[in-house]
């Protein structure tokens, strides 16, 4: 948020901002069924790290462990999974390919997942963040 505007953003829309290196993916904005990285904008569910994007990632209904292997397959530190607008916990099951490969994870709503992703690529980390898009 730039806090020279004079009207703060809703909580539904924002513009992100941080430094940046050039060659690497962030996240620069979200919304209701969108996502900006590098200023592009997403509307359909991806999977972002710092050095590649899978765009139109597709899922079923719901979450299970086939639609987790594209981002295995990255080999982050952490995956972050972006549930959409509401917190959606997946059956323990779909998780057991991250504990077996030793990838961290954590579950949140999508915008969280957007903000995380940004600090934690920002520290350096090897992240990758799976995003529902509502």
């Known amino acids: 948020y730039d806090y020279t505007d004079p009207i703060p953003p809703s909580p539904e829309h924002l513009k ?3 430094a940046q290196n050039p ?16 200023g592009r904008r997403y509307e359909r569910n991806l999977i972002v790290t710092p050095n590649e994007i899978v765009a139109d ?3 079923r209904a719901e979450l299970d462990e086939a639609a987790l292997a594209p981002a295995v397959q ?4 952490i995956i972050l999974i972006g549930t959409g607008k509401t917190l959606r916990f997946p059956k323990p099951e779909v998780l057991k390919g991250l504990i ?10 999508t ?4 903000r995380t992703y940004n600090i934690l690529l920002e520290e ?3 992240v990758a963040a799976a995003l529902i898009l509502v």
């Open 111 to 114: 915008q969280a997942a957007c």
């Open 74 to 77: 990255l080999a982050p530190q």
């Open 57 to 59: 990632w597709s899922m």
């Open 100 to 109: 077996a490969a030793k990838i961290g994870y954590e579950i949140m709503d």
């Open 124 to 126: 350096g980390r090897k």
């Open 23 to 38: 060659n690497q993916n962030l996240i620069t904005g979200y919304g209701a069924g969108y996502v900006s990285v590098n």
């Open 16 to 18: 992100l901002h941080l």
